[in-house]
């Protein structure tokens, strides 16, 4: 059964400091990973987007990895902002039915 | 550009009431829609996804239905709702295959069943 774990389930950070946020999948065959940011009663909207290929994608201050391998991933957020303050989700889609499979995400909370 | 709208934005419903979400997307054409809902804390599940007019695939067995009587139209409805269907409602499209394109969310609809 494919799986997405996402660790820490929450995270608690000062504004201005670094984190990094986890995901492990079991979904095979791979075909993408990606991470979405979802704001509190909002629908989520795209970060990064990363095929088997590909082992670091960028967006601004969010920095996403990928290792094809291990089939983990890293969110990593540079110098926090208050509106950093949301939900991460990891996603991952397969190549069968182009099914994706969704972790339960980490809520991210930056206080000034 | 692309928007996609869902609505009502908010809805409380008594157990036992019908359901009717709707979910537009305009500025393109032979979409990929699905709907997923969201339980507080949770990931989203797939509930259904439409590859055309009036091509509907289920994920899972539930109280819902969806219908797509237009090409940019995807409806999510429930002839009795139960305490259960509670949750955040997402639509969501993409341009082709869930693979190799992006999904882009709604606005999302919170249901609460009463």
């Known amino acids: 059964k494919n799986q997405v774990e996402q660790s820490p389930q929450s995270l608690i950070i000062l504004e201005g400091k670094n984190c990094t946020l986890q995901?492990?999948?079991?979904?095979?065959?791979?075909?993408?990973l990606r991470w979405y940011k979802q704001d509190t009663g909002r629908g989520p909207v795209s970060l990064t987007i990363m095929t088997f290929s590909e082992n670091t994608k960028s967006n601004g201050r969010y920095t996403a990895t990928l290792d094809a391998d291990t089939k983990q991933s890293s969110l990593h957020i540079t110098a926090s902002q208050l509106s950093d303050s949301a939900s991460y989700i990891c996603?991952?889609?397969?190549?069968?039915?182009?099914?994706?499979?969704f972790g339960d995400g980490t809520t991210l909370t930056v206080k000034p | 550009s692309q928007t996609i709208h869902q609505w009502p934005a908010t809805l409380v419903q008594p157990v036992g009431s019908p359901l009717s979400l709707e979910c537009t997307v305009e500025g393109t054409s032979n979409p990929n829609l699905y709907w997923y809902r969201q339980a507080a804390g949770r990931g989203l599940q797939l509930l259904f996804y439409?590859?055309?007019?009036?091509?509907i695939s289920s994920e899972v067995p539930q109280n819902l239905s969806a219908s797509r009587p237009q090409d940019r139209q995807f409806i999510l409805s429930s002839k009795k709702l139960l305490l259960s269907d509670s949750g955040f409602y997402l639509c969501a499209w993409t341009g082709g295959r869930a693979f190799f394109y992006e999904q882009y969310f709604g606005p999302g609809t919170r249901l609460t069943v009463t």
């Open positions: 439409s590859v055309g007019i009036g091509q």
């Open positions: 996603v991952v889609t397969d190549t069968n039915a182009g099914k994706s499979t």
């Open positions: 995901c492990n999948y079991t979904v095979s065959p791979f075909s993408n």
